[in-house]
């Protein structure tokens, strides 16, 4: 990969997002309970559980859910 090119600018983007908000990531709980995430949205426990979870903690690393109000209204919107 060359300096400058398309591969190395994704690269770094990459990388200094990962600076950025990696550990959030690793480390972020949602601010919902499994429990409840499960019961809003009608989910038994496995990987679709999972994956709202990980989503659910994107979206409170981005700063688009910051409560558990606002993480009820951004499941509510959630596609399923």
Do not use: I, K, N
Not at 22 to 42: N, W
């Amino acid at each position: 990969v060359t300096a400058g090119s398309p591969l190395a600018r994704l690269g770094h983007r990459w990388w200094s997002q990962w600076r950025r908000v990696g550990s959030r990531l690793a480390t972020e709980r949602p601010v919902l309970t499994a429990d409840e995430v499960a019961r809003r949205l009608g989910l038994e426990p496995g990987p679709d559980l999972g994956r709202a979870l990980d989503d659910l903690v994107r979206a409170q690393v981005r700063g688009d859910v910051r409560s558990a109000a606002a993480a009820r209204r951004w499941l509510a919107r959630r596609p399923r």
